[in-house]
């Protein structure tokens, strides 16, 4: 029942999204509570959504909270403590195979692969992922989308490494900067911070090894998302916004959109972290809001992998995604 009450919505909604946006903006603000997984350029479309003022000219309010690892964003998602979360697809899917009668939806990518970059402690003019046999790697929370695409490639490339998953998000750069293991995984800023104190170089894109496999999305209850499908649907056309702007975007101006983020790190840092996620050579940030349905199926393929999801308990796309907001929001942009 409740799928069909959506669907039915998603019809209306077809013809409300097509509104100017100062339509929308001359009303009150809706206000719209967001939980990020982590604070990162990764999430770099979502912080130019509300940057650039395309959200605002959805008539939105955003207000973004960030918690430590996307664990917390699904408590909170299912305690009401938010009304929409960040964080890797695996989130969501937990949620689907729990006990709560009340289940998740997927509605709008951010990003289509892996964004974390191993880094070594000195630079390594030709790196070979035998180097890492018998190495410790400093990893991220077990079952965690950091983790299961880590574990992915090394299995994918025959290595037998020690990876330590204990160490506290906001605790892993100073464990690596101590010596406590041969080899991480970073995101920016992080990691720039590291390249400009001199105690890391990158080594490898994880997300170029692993090609596309959704790793971040935006989710709701869906109990959330048939009260509130309006402002689901405000949010996907400001992140379409958003993404399509990114596509052509110097890096400076893109950085400048994202600064209240990012407060006291410099511009130069921004854009080596912009740069870095453009050269990699992976489909990190989403072109589009729709979640790809071959990059989904190869997240519950790692997830399988890595002993995190049962084979017969995957859900089916149309399980796991309300695909409505993206259609509406891609036919609004004139893709």
Not at 119 to 146: C, Q, V
Not at 287 to 295: I, K, M, R
Request: net charge positive; charged share 20%.
């Amino acid at each position: 029942m409740q799928r069909r009450t959506l669907i039915a919505a998603g019809a209306a909604l077809a013809t409300a999204s097509v509104l100017p946006p100062r339509s929308r903006a001359a009303d009150a603000p809706v206000k719209l509570r967001i939980a990020e997984a982590a604070r990162s350029y990764f999430y770099t479309p979502m912080y130019v959504a509300i940057g650039k003022g395309f959200a605002k000219a959805q008539g939105l309010d955003v207000e973004v909270t960030t918690t430590a690892g996307g664990d917390r964003v699904g408590a909170l998602v299912l305690a009401g403590g938010t009304d929409v979360g960040l964080a890797g697809p695996e989130v969501p899917i937990y949620i689907v195979n729990g006990e709560s009668p009340d289940k998740p939806a997927i509605f709008c990518a951010v990003t289509g692969t892996d964004g974390f970059f191993l880094a070594a402690h000195k630079k390594i003019d030709k790196f070979e992922w035998s180097m890492l046999n018998g190495k410790k790697i400093i990893g991220y929370r077990p079952g965690s989308t950091p983790q299961l695409y880590l574990e992915y490639v090394l299995k994918q490339k025959g290595v037998e490494a020690t990876t330590i998953t204990n160490i506290a998000p906001a605790a892993r750069v100073g464990a690596f900067m101590s010596g406590a293991a041969d080899f991480a995984t970073f995101l920016d800023p992080d990691l720039s911070t590291l390249e400009k104190a001199g105690q890391a170089a990158m080594v490898a894109s994880i997300g170029a090894q692993v090609g596309r496999a959704d790793y971040t999305a935006f989710f709701a209850m869906r109990s959330w998302l048939t009260k509130n499908t309006d402002t689901a649907q405000r949010w996907t056309n400001a992140m379409t916004a958003a993404q399509d702007y990114i596509k052509t975007a110097s890096p400076a101006d893109i950085a400048a959109a994202t600064a209240q983020f990012f407060p006291g790190i410099a511009t130069a840092d921004t854009v080596t972290a912009i740069d870095r996620i453009r050269n990699s050579g992976a489909p990190i940030w989403a072109g589009s809001p729709l979640v790809n349905e071959a990059g989904l199926a190869k997240l519950e393929e790692i997830m399988v992998s890595g002993g995190t999801l049962l084979k017969d308990k995957a859900p089916a796309y149309a399980a796991l995604v309300e695909r409505q907001y993206a259609d509406a929001a891609i036919a609004k942009a004139g893709k």
